[in-house]
């Protein structure tokens, strides 16, 4: 029993003291020298080891890297309980803050069993007067030129993982950066100009759900099924070769909270809503 409280504390021990070392490495050292240090220990003990690194760049060519901007999303989602420095921000297009992780972070995740190491790790490039081909051959592409710094993911696992990486997780984040995309997108409220040559719109920043909804509770709960079972059921109409659209036709008279229930299904679906006057349309022209 004393043995196996000596070995707790002496591992609790360890532990904070790997914390602090972090921390003050963190606090003291140049971001740069930290990305140094850290890819000379890994490509030192990637000769002693049988894991591999993928290095994702932050752009291809002239274009942004979808892999990159998808990882940033995804990593951004599951990092809080993991990493030490994160980056908070929200756009104009955002109903929810976008989290992302700090240089020379690291976040550890895992997919189908498979423990997976990513790294954020930046590179300084000098600012050229001009951008000839000597020089666009040394800093790979115009984009990172015009940049103070290009940034990469380095993501590492163990070898014999290799296919289940590139064929499931990576295709993966990508769709699932898709949803977050989604669901942090405010959404907006279309309508037709004055003129009726464009839509002008505005962001609906509405409260109601179906929780707060006053609505019949079989009715609700019938609606909530169809919902759903209409989102579920896209690469089911995509397959079958149909359109993906559902329809409700709301009647009755003013107050009857008709425009309440469109944006609590809205606000459910995390659609946008257009907002159309059929009586001024007189040709479909």
Known sequence: MANAKAIVSTAASVAASAMLIRSIVNELLPWQLQNFLSSSVKSLSRHFSSEITINIEEFQGFSMNQVFEAAEIYLGSISNSSA????????????KLAVRI??????????????????LTTTMVPQPSSTNENQREKFGDLNSSL???????????????????????????????????????????????????????????????????????????????????????????????????????????????????????????????????LTAIHNNG
């Open 102 to 119: 700090d240089r020379n972070e690291e976040v550890f995740d895992i997919f189908q069993d498979v423990r997976l190491e990513w790294r």
């Open 147 to 277: 940049r103070s710094e290009v940034r990469s993911f380095l993501l590492t696992f163990h070898e014999k993982h290799k296919e289940k990486v590139f064929n499931l997780y990576l295709p993966y984040i990508l769709e699932r950066s898709k949803a977050i995309k989604e669901e942090r997108r405010a959404i907006k409220l279309h309508r037709f100009a004055p003129d009726g040559l464009y839509f002008r719109e505005v962001y609906l920043n509405h409260p109601m759900t179906f929780d707060t909804l006053a609505i019949d509770l079989k009715l609700k709960k019938t609606l909530l099924q169809d919902l759903d079972n209409f989102m579920n059921g896209k690469e089911y109409y995509k397959r079958v070769g149909k359109a993906w659209k559902r329809g409700y036709l709301l009647y009755g008279p003013p107050g009857t909270r008709k425009s309440s229930l469109i944006v609590t299904m809205a606000n459910h679906l995390n659609f946008d809503i257009y907002d159309l006057d």
């Open 84 to 95: 030490q420095r994160l980056r908070v921000g929200k756009g104009e297009n955002d109903n």
